[in-house]
């Protein structure tokens, strides 16, 4: 599965680790326009040009491509109802496609439907269990839920496969801040910031953590 770059859109108001609608792919960079559809993480691994509405002389398996890159589309478009109609299909056709499992558990995640998430990203990831970006996003629904213990972890699996990703660095980071690691959370942020300078989620939560500090 190929490597995109995520989203982040706008930015929590909850202190610390804790969970809430802000996350490490919920802000754009510096001098951007702050949205859901900025840098957007969820587009990982779901590259592609947007299918015809029934791909004509494909198999089942392009056949759940396509409708999983549909899914993909309307996603994008925040038609949330609609993506898991074609993420469902496409689950119907191929079962083993792990980019369906994984747009399924992004858009229940959209939709605060945490559990949903995390069992659809929990197939993504047997099914694609070297692809750091469904562990990121796996590890960042549980974050939204509050779980940091099984965030922290899959956030540092993700970094053992990819260690240059600086949304997964300031995911763990949060994650680390909400377990009171704060040593760990801050050098984190810091390897994430030398990533990206203008990472405005990183630099916002590292000034909290550093009022956490007393620094």
Known sequence: LPRGRGRRPPLGTHAGGGGGRGGPRRTARVG???????????DRGERGPRPAADPPGLDPAGRAEAHALRGRELRRHQEYGRALQEYDRAIELDPLQPLAHYGRGLTHQLLDDYPAALTALDRAVELAPDAAWI???????HRLASRFEE????????????????IALAGRAACRH??????????????????????????VRRARLHRTRGD
């Open 178 to 203: 909400g377990l009171g690691r704060l040593d760990e959370s801050l050098a984190d942020f810091d390897r994430a910031l030398a990533i990206d300078p203008e990472y405005l989620w990183a630099l």
């Open 32 to 42: 951007t326009v702050v949205g859901r559809g900025t840098r957007r993480r969820g």
């Open 135 to 141: 562990l990121s996003e796996r590890a960042e629904t």
């Open 151 to 166: 965030a922290e972890a899959d956030y540092t699996r993700a970094l053992a496969l990819d260690p240059t990703d600086d």
